[in-house]
């Protein structure tokens, strides 16, 4: 069974810091690329960023730009996203995502990702 739980969500103010990370179990996830994806309250959920299998492939929406780095680590089947210089417009439940082939195919693209874990939310006071 696959299965991605987030944690590391939480309560912050604007220009703090976090990581975000995400378990996997039940697929061999070295072959996959993963992605982190958000919803705001009352928005549809958007890209914001993605790793590709072996990690050297990454992309990050311009929102997040210069702010967040995604990394993952494959012995642990987990991925990472550190997200700096947080700003209140990046509150929302963070998701965690698996594409559903193997490689590196339109990493932004939500349809490309099958599994899904149940997210983490981040609030960001100013």
């Known amino acids: 069974q696959v299965q991605l739980v987030e944690s590391g969500g939480g309560l912050v103010q604007a220009g703090d810091s976090l990581r975000l990370s995400c378990a996997a179990s039940?697929?061999?996830?070295?072959?996959?690329?993963m992605g982190w994806f958000r919803q705001a309250p009352g928005k549809e959920r958007e890209f914001v960023a993605a790793?590709?299998?072996?990690?050297?492939?990454?992309l990050y929406a311009d929102s997040v730009k210069g702010r967040f780095t995604i990394s993952r680590d494959n012995d642990k089947n987990t991925i990472y996203l550190r997200m700096n210089n947080l700003k209140p417009e990046d509150t929302a439940v963070y998701f965690c995502?698996?594409?559903?082939?193997?490689?590196?195919?339109?990493?932004?693209?939500?349809?490309?990702?099958?599994?899904w874990g149940h997210g983490t939310r981040v609030t960001v006071s100013s």
């Open positions: 995502a698996t594409e559903s082939a193997p490689g590196d195919y339109g990493m932004n693209l939500q349809a490309n990702y099958d599994y």
């Open positions: 039940g697929r061999t996830y070295s072959t996959y690329a």
């Open positions: 790793i590709g299998y072996s990690g050297d492939n990454t």
